[in-house]
């Protein structure tokens, strides 16, 4: 490993890049953007190749006290290493998607994007928690600015909304995190992962933390900021939301409430499995009835981070890792399928399914990507959705049985609204002119799209790339939690032995 | 006799200087107002430097009358250069018209010599001159202008009330002082230490609380802030907000630490209510507000109820909090009033709307970017700086058992959060509203800078030696 470092490069980058950034013009703007998250793309690919899954746990280890009780801690271990490429990897392609769809006040728009980068970037390497509260936190001001400055129509309230809900939501874990601060004297991430905190705390402290990652995610039934803010938030906005920021209420539940508080969770497991199940079934019901596209893949996401609660609540290895493969897949399926709205978005300026259909015969090339997101999100074999869903649905019935029937109604019923999706918008007869006569996807459309379906393939195909860098990490998370782990209904009972020549056995 | 005077000398230097500089004044006229001005602003700079040595540490001087220590010398080092920024906001706002004379600046070193008596004070007798001192200026600045009604308005409701307030404080000094037979500090906490303390020394307490409570703006006795602030001129609320409120959370925070520090379960309950109410009338009442000056009042009344949090905590971990807090909130609400005094119609007047901030950032981006810092700073939303003294004040909360007041504090931010968004909502996405006038006020702009640069994430560099200096100064009323 190289004495640079890299992490703090990694997250100081885009900040500079951002600052510098308000002060060009819009052409200038959107080029430095582009360069700055291509160079992180390119950073976080190395760190993918030089990170060694069977080393140390925590790996690019940086540590410079600042004073106090905070220090400028960063490291990675896998889990945060594969949601960091997850970052680098969405971000050109957000810069890429506003390209055109953004012309007010471009240096702002990118500026907002770049410090959202540097922030969440910050969240997965900080090793201080007080520095990832800083980071958690700080994400809300830009995603604020990105909702209400260059959404839609009711952009003010649903930022107000995004920003009031989530801030409420970690208020009260930073108070738990004072209280853990002060009982275990550290505020080092690593340390307060092996401190055992009093079982009758760790109850308040689980709750305090659910009320943050529970927003975040969102759980039913805090999700109801989701909706708005997707739907008013311009496509880059969703994309970056549904890709990335969700994906730190599941980081949240990985990193602080499962190794640190497992009596607290093992207390909770029935909570947990209920929200999940009714996220799953409700919010699939109502994605099923939505009229506005990305109102749908909202409700969608809020049914696949159900799935996501389901597996790491079942506290087995299936369920852990099936839950990262559905944040990772989610992560790269939800922002296809936005990115898919916003190109028939800027094409005809409104998100009502019924003002398209037939899109199949005037663009065959957007039909047949859209489709492969569809596939994906549903959980076709071969494709991303399926890894995760299977894993984390494996781990469930382990868990429990009932569970395990409310997720998998989920996957039925996701199969129905998005195959139903799919078909309103791509086929059927062309009854509008205007939608019949919109152009195919442009080349700078194919460079967005495309390589995300090549990574939602290859996820599809060969997970082990993906679930390799996080084997050892579950594996570590699993000897902290193995003791509370729920005792599922369904394990195996062996019978009565047998004797051999019962069974017609000879010698 | 010299060494005597020593730990006095930034007190010795300002009075000496003030009075030098009023005779000065009265000669001089109008025309002398200018360089008045930046003879005060040297002198609170050669006092903040004076601070080093003997006046940090000296320790009780004229028979523990006033005493020198870093504390005291904590709080003078914020409040000095908060007066001096006041006097330079007032430098280019008043000057147009001929309202600007040279007493502005000579009555804001008064008042700072107050300031700095009422932090040091360890006497009851000599808080009371400390805190008239700075009253008695603090009426005529809020009635400075006699051309505007509501300047006239301010300062007599400042006056009548103020006035009622010092009357509340005298009684509970005389109460204090009948049932122990002492002024002193030291013997008011060895009174209160000899077992459960007497009704009338319990009342005195509520009393004495009660006029601190009133100079501090915190509820139930705020009532006068919105409309001071509003219709004081623009550089008084600025001073108003930041040094003369510091000096009096100080104060309480000494009273209720050295001289009630036995009583601490008796004054607990109260600094408790106080707090609270300050921070959800603080931030719910600023909800309607239209005019920026009666937004930040309420802002300040709700600043105040943290900065409390930490004092009802209490123990050195929470008088550092309420230093650190105090200290941070004066550099983002002087930061905060600057950005107001630049808001200025294209005829120059002063506008005072919230509406008049439309579109800001489209018209003066880097105006509305130092705006923006401020208003999220004062949220506490991180990773601005405002953040670090709010987890300051709830983490000894929280080390001294207090959870649930830290909680209800923390949710207090919540509501508050609303009205510091919707500024930024006003500058950042509303329409672009009439333009304001271009204002050429470098070493304004300068300060705007310092101060945004402070609070932002740069501003986590200052925890270190903040930090130690506020621990410090804690322990030495110990």
Redesign the interface.
């Known amino acids: 490993m190289s004495g640079l470092p890299l992490l703090t490069i990694l997250i100081a980058i885009p900040l500079v890049a951002g600052l510098v950034a308000l002060f060009l013009n819009a052409n200038g703007a959107r080029w430095l953007a582009l360069a700055a998250t291509l160079i992180d793309l390119a950073l976080g690919a190395y760190l993918w190749i030089a990170y060694d899954p069977s080393g140390a746990q925590w790996q690019f280890v940086e540590h410079m006290p600042v004073a106090g009780s905070i220090s400028w801690a960063l490291g990675i271990d896998g889990i945060a290493l594969v949601l960091i490429q997850l970052t680098t990897f969405l971000m050109p392609i957000c810069i890429g998607a506003s390209w055109r769809a953004i012309e007010k006040r471009v240096p702002e728009y990118m500026a907002a994007f770049l410090l959202m980068e540097a922030l969440m970037l910050g969240v997965f390497a900080a090793q201080d928690l007080f520095l990832f509260y800083i980071f958690f936190e700080g994400g809300l001001i830009p995603m604020y600015l990105i909702i209400g400055i260059w959404g839609g129509a009711e952009r003010i309230k649903a930022s107000y909304k995004f920003f009031l809900y989530t801030l409420l939501g970690s208020v009260l874990m930073l108070i738990a995190m004072l209280y853990m601060v002060g009982a275990a004297h550290t505020t080092s991430i690593p340390s307060l992962m092996a401190f055992n905190f009093p079982v009758d705390a760790q109850k308040w402290l689980f709750l305090a933390f659910l009320a943050s990652f529970a927003v975040k995610l969102p759980m039913w039934p805090v999700h109801t900021w989701l909706p708005d803010a997707h739907v008013q938030a311009p496509t880059a906005g969703s994309v970056i939301l549904a890709g990335v920021l969700l994906k730190l209420g599941g980081y949240g539940f990985i990193r602080f409430s499962l190794p640190m508080f497992p009596d607290g969770s093992h207390q909770f497991v029935p909570l947990m499995f209920v929200l999940s199940g009714i996220a799953v079934v409700y919010t699939s019901l109502v994605a099923l009835v939505q009229r506005d596209m990305k109102k749908l893949i909202a409700y969608s996401s809020v049914a696949h981070m159900g799935f996501v609660t389901f597996g790491l609540f079942a506290m087995n290895r299936q369920g852990i890792e099936g839950a990262m493969i559905v944040m990772l897949s989610h992560g790269l399926v939800s922002g296809a399928l936005f990115l898919c709205v916003g190109v028939v978005y800027d094409r005809l300026h409104t998100r009502e399914i019924d003002r398209y259909g037939g899109l199949a015969d005037n663009m065959p090339g957007y039909a047949l990507l859209f489709m492969v997101f569809t596939m994906a999100s549903v959980g076709l074999p071969g494709t991303s959705g399926f890894v995760g869903e299977f894993l984390s649905s494996v781990g469930t019935y382990h868990a429990s049985t009932w569970a395990a029937i409310a997720a998998t109604t989920g996957i039925i019923l996701g199969a129905a609204y998005m195959l139903w999706l799919y078909w309103r918008i791509c086929f059927g007869t062309q009854r509008h002119k205007d939608a019949a006569a919109m152009p195919d996807l442009s080349t700078r459309e194919w460079w967005l799209l495309a390589p995300i379906a090549l990574a939602v393939f290859w996820m599809g195909i060969y997970p082990e790339s993906f679930i390799r860098p996080i084997r050892g990490d579950v594996g570590r998370l699993l000897v902290r939690i193995e003791r509370v782990a729920p005792q599922g209904d369904s394990q195996l009972t062996p019978g009565p032995g047998v004797p051999r020549a019962a069974h017609g056995a000879t010698q | 006799m010299i060494a005597r005077l020593a730990p006095l000398l930034p007190e010795l230097m300002l009075s000496i200087g003030a009075t030098i500089l009023m005779i000065v004044a009265a000669f001089a006229g109008r025309r002398g107002s200018a360089w008045v001005s930046w003879l005060s602003v040297a002198l609170l700079i050669a006092a903040t430097f004076a601070l080093i040595g003997a006046p940090s540490h000296a320790g009780p001087v004229f028979d523990g009358i006033v005493t020198a220590d870093l504390f005291g010398a904590f709080g003078k080092a914020i409040i000095f250069p908060s007066a001096a920024i006041a006097i330079i906001a007032a430098h280019g706002w008043f000057e147009r018209g001929a309202e600007h004379a040279s007493e502005y600046a000579v009555l804001i070193l008064f008042s700072a010599v107050g300031m700095s008596v009422m932090v040091s004070a360890t006497s009851l007798i000599s808080l009371y001159v400390g805190l008239e001192l700075v009253s008695l200026a603090s009426y005529v600045l809020a009635a400075y202008r006699p051309t505007d009604e509501r300047s006239a308005e301010a300062g007599l409701k400042y006056f009548v009330l103020g006035a009622l307030a010092s009357g509340i404080l005298l009684y509970g000094i005389s109460l204090l002082y009948g049932f122990t037979g002492t002024a002193s500090f030291a013997g008011l906490a060895a009174a209160f230490g000899r077992g459960a303390p007497s009704l009338g020394l319990l009342f005195g307490l509520v009393f004495v609380l009660a006029g601190l409570a009133f100079k501090a703006s915190v509820v139930p006795f705020h009532m006068w802030t919105p409309d001071v602030y509003e219709g004081a001129p623009t550089p008084v609320t600025a001073f108003f907000a930041s040094a003369p409120k510091a000096a009096a959370v100080l104060l309480a925070t000494r009273v209720c630490l050295e001289a009630l520090g036995p009583a601490t379960d008796a004054w607990r309950q109260i600094v408790i209510f106080a707090a609270l109410a300050s921070i959800f009338l603080g931030a719910i009442a600023a909800y309607g507000q239209t005019n920026i000056k009666r937004l930040l009042a309420y802002s300040s009344i709700n600043n105040v109820g943290f900065a409390l949090i930490g004092l009802a905590a209490a123990g050195p971990r929470g008088a550092s909090s309420v230093l650190f807090y105090m200290a941070v909130y004066i550099v983002m609400t002087l930061g905060a009033f600057l950005c107001v005094l630049w808001m200025r119609d294209e005829k120059g007047r002063p506008v005072e709307s919230i509406e008049s901030l439309s579109g800001l950032?489209?018209t003066r981006?880097a105006f509305a970017a130092a705006l923006a810092i401020f208003m999220?700073s004062l949220a506490g939303?991180?990773?601005l700086f405002g953040?670090w003294p709010k987890?300051l004040v709830?983490?000894a909360a929280?080390?001294s058992g207090y959870?649930a007041l830290?909680?209800a504090g923390?949710?207090g931010?919540?509501i508050g959060?609303?009205y510091y968004?919707k500024i930024?909502?006003v500058m950042?996405?509303d329409e672009p509203a009439a333009p304001y006038a271009r204002v050429r006020q470098p070493i304004q702009g300068a300060l705007i800078l310092i101060a945004a640069l402070a609070v932002s994430?740069l501003g986590?560099?200052l925890?270190?030696?903040l930090?130690s200096i506020t621990d410090k100064a804690a322990e030495s009323i110990f």
Do not use: D, E
């Open positions: 950032s489209q981006p999220f939303v991180p990773p953040f987890l709830f983490n929280v080390a959870v830290a909680v923390i949710l931010t919540v959060a609303y968004l930024v909502k950042y996405m994430p986590y560099l925890i270190g030696p930090g």
